[in-house]
């Protein structure tokens, strides 16, 4: 399911032919891949990880919604009750240390709720996108497809996964 539909995005392109319609849709797909892929899943995803154990586990992929299960390398199920999630940072600690090799963990990544800033720099993504492959319009030749580029960063800028700020 995407976090922007067709109507919200023609709306914000001031798209009306409906022949661009299975171009569009392909559009949202790319902007909301692009924005996920710097910030972390939009909506709600179901991740499996092997992580190594140690005094605690990093989730590689934020924010995290919930851990499902944590199993070790001899196949053991960790007991939900001896490990916790530290809000939405991806580290799960526990009573004691994850003293196997490693852990398979399934989790829930993303957000129960896009938010609106987010959606925001989707569809300027979009914008930049399409904009860029239909060519300049008025003014500047291609100050439109940039100016929607740098606003599409400014609303990312608060939600950058580590090695994107």
């Known amino acids: 399911m995407a976090v922007l539909t067709l109507p919200e995005l023609k709306r914000h392109l001031g798209a009306k032919a409906p022949d661009d319609e299975a171009d569009l849709t392909a559009l949202i797909t790319a902007a909301e891949s692009a924005v996920a892929a710097r910030c972390g899943p939009l909506e709600p995803t179901s991740v499996t990880k092997r992580i190594r154990g140690g ?15 944590v199993t070790g390398k001899s196949g053991s199920v960790v007991a939900g009750g001896t490990y916790y999630l530290w809000g939405e940072s991806g580290v799960v600690t526990s009573d004691s240390e994850f003293s196997e090799e490693f852990y398979d963990v399934v989790f829930s990544a993303g957000r129960s709720a896009c938010p609106a800033d987010l959606k925001e720099a989707v569809k300027e993504r979009a914008r930049y996108i399409w904009q860029s492959r239909r060519g300049p ?11 929607a580029l740098k606003r599409s960063e400014e609303l990312m800028a608060p939600y950058m996964q580590p090695g994107f700020a």
């Open 55 to 69: 005094r605690s586990l990093v989730l590689p992929t934020t924010p995290v919604i919930s851990v499902t299960t």
């Open 137 to 147: 319009a008025n003014g500047i030749a291609g100050s439109e497809s940039l100016n």
